[in-house]
Every structure is written in C-alpha cells, then in structure tokens.
C-alpha cells in the first residue's frame, strides 16, 4: 500500500468555482486532514479545516544533463516545511493555484524533487472550468489551453446555465485539447468529491493505461483558437521492439518537451529474449518514465496504444518515427489526430 501523502491540484481562473469546489472538498472528506498550499495572488478565504500555507509562484530551470524543466521554486519550500514542521497533523494536501498558473512547472516539480517524490504523491490535476467562458478563454489566453491540456478531471461549472447542444459543443472543444481528461458536469462546483480525489493519474501502471474503449474525438480542421494545442493517437498491433521504442521515446520528449505537453499509453514489446513485455509509459513535457508494473494477462489482446497532447506537433513525423520502432512489419498502424 502507498503511504505517501496525496496531493491534488486545483486550477482555474477566479469566479469559476473553485475556491468553491475546495471548500467543499475540505467541509466533506472528513475522513482526512488538509493542508492547503494557495498562492497569494487569489483571494482565498478562511480555511479552518486546513493547515494553510501560501506561495508566490517562483519559477525557475533546472538543468541535468540533456533535461531541462522548470519547477516551481516556491512549492518545494512550502511543501518541505509543512513535511518537517506539521509532519503527522495532514494525510492530504490540496494545492490552489493562482488563475494565470501554468500547470506544467507544478507537474514537473514532483517529478524532479526527490524529498517530495518520496513522501507524497501527485494524484490529480484537476481544471475547473466555466461553461459559459472556457471557449473563450481557450481562445484568448493561453495559461487557459495549459490548464485543460494539463489536466486530469475537468469539472465544467454552472453547466445547468447552457442548453445542452450548446454544452455539448463546449465538451466537444475541451476534447479536442485533451481527450484523456474525465469531464465532470456541476452547478456550484456540486460534485461527489469522490469521484475527482485518490485517481492515481500520475502512478504509471493506472495513468498510463487508456480506456479500453477509449476513442479520439472526431477529426475537425483547427482554427488555431486553442493555441494549436492537439492530441494525437498513435496505435499499433505490431509488436515494437523495446530498444527501439525506449530510445524514440526518451528522443521525442527531450527534443520536442517543450510542445509537448503530455503523453501516455501502453506498448506490446518484443526484448532481446523474444519475450512480449508490455510497457507503460508516460511523460510531462521534458520528463517521462517507462517500465513494466504488471505482464501482459492470459487472453489479453497485446496491442499498442499511445496518447500525446502538444502543440506544433508533425503527426508524420510522429507516425514514422512510431512505425521505425517495429519489430517485425508495418501493418495495421493508425495515426488519429483530434483538433
């Protein structure tokens, strides 16, 4: 069992809930105690539930070798306070990011930070969005694309103001930036907390695996209005070889971690023995990690599958570089790409 502290991130821009959405995460799961990291640029409230620590978004680059990311300076300190100073008053913490934050730094702070990767663990982002504004938002700013690409739940709030051809369409423009988020509909951020805490997004084995039945959403011409923000599915039943996928991989974030935002999925491998492995991988920007948490199951279909959101993406580039890593034939690949 993994005793490591969850963390959950909320983002969004002021007046779309939430605030709101935190307060009831903290009024209902009484089961748990709290400490919230807000950044001082959002009004926060009083929080009597929660150990409250507040941040000034910090950012800088770390270097290390051929990576290069940038974390968020100012959660490392917090973060390491309360973990030192409040050990054993919080099993959970929540982290309420200012309207214009970038996810991404926050992601990557996780992944670099062994004192945090060792004592907590990233379980979600999750967007709150407006029903009535994110298209536009979308359109006009970018931390806005960053948020909805970056996340793992979307909650699209006061839902019940919108016909529903008209809230259809504004799901539709969310999928077209991030198929692999779960959309939640809510009126006042009312939502079972349930369904948005302990989601497991970053752990590899349950971030990694898709769907069974997951599909991209249909293809649409982009009009740029999204940032050119665009998720594209590349699957395969060739097996790959594992060299050959391992080092593409580890290229593809490392030259192109700065468009890229996401990526995730599961490949059938063939190694060196002729054994088939089934590996599962999954990466934020310049960061990514790949190994084999479970085999392939008796009667399992052995098939490839993987996910990458990002912007300024050549889906040829990507399709050929995938192709290149078979191991035996080029048959039955699919690039799907969604606007």
Same mark, same amino acid.
């Given at each position: 069992m993994d005793k490591r502290i969850p963390v959950t991130v909320l983002t969004g821009d002021p007046g779309v809930g939430k605030t709101a959405l935190r307060h009831r995460i903290l009024s209902e799961d009484s089961a748990r /105690?709290? &400490? %919230?990291v807000v950044d001082r640029a959002d009004a926060c409230g009083a929080s009597a539930d929660a150990l409250v620590v507040h941040t000034e978004e910090e950012l800088f680059e770390m270097n290390s070798g051929c990576i290069c990311c940038t974390i968020r300076g100012d959660l490392i300190r917090a973060l390491h306070t309360l973990l030192m100073e409040q050990s054993g008053k919080f099993d959970a913490v929540i982290i309420e990011t200012a309207g214009s934050a970038d996810p991404g730094p926050i992601i990557q702070t996780f992944f670099i930070d062994h004192i945090l990767e060792q /004592?907590? /663990? %990233?379980? &979600?982002i999750v967007a709150v969005a407006g029903a009535d504004t994110i298209v536009r938002n979308l359109r006009d700013q970018r931390h806005a694309v960053q948020q909805i690409a970056f996340a793992d739940q979307i909650v699209l709030n006061n839902a019940a103001a919108m016909d529903g051809t008209a809230l259809a369409a504004v799901e539709a423009r969310l999928r077209g930036v991030n198929p692999l988020a779960v959309i939640h509909r809510a009126q006042a951020a009312d939502i079972a907390i349930e369904r948005l805490l302990e989601?497991? &997004?970053?752990? %590899?084995e349950r971030g990694a695996a898709l769907p069974s039945d997951f599909l991209m959403p249909e293809q649409h011409a982009g009009d740029g209005s999204d940032g050119d923000v665009r998720a594209f599915s590349l699957r395969s039943d060739v097996p790959m070889a594992f060299e050959r996928i391992d080092e593409w991989l580890a290229a593809l974030v490392m030259g192109r971690g700065a468009d890229i935002l996401r990526g995730k999925g599961i490949v059938d491998v063939v190694d060196a023995g002729g054994e088939h492995r089934r590996l599962a991988f999954q990466s934020v920007q310049m960061l990514h990690e790949g190994n084999f948490p479970r085999p392939w199951a008796a009667g399992e279909r052995r098939a490839s599958q993987v996910v990458f959101i990002g912007r300024n993406l050549d /889906?040829? &580039?990507l399709q050929t570089g995938?192709?290149?890593c078979a191991a035996a034939g080029v048959e039955n690949f699919a690039l799907v790409a969604a606007a």
């Open positions: /105690r709290y &400490a %919230l /004592r907590t /663990r %990233l379980d &979600a989601r497991g &997004a970053f752990e %590899l /889906r040829m &580039a995938f192709m290149s």
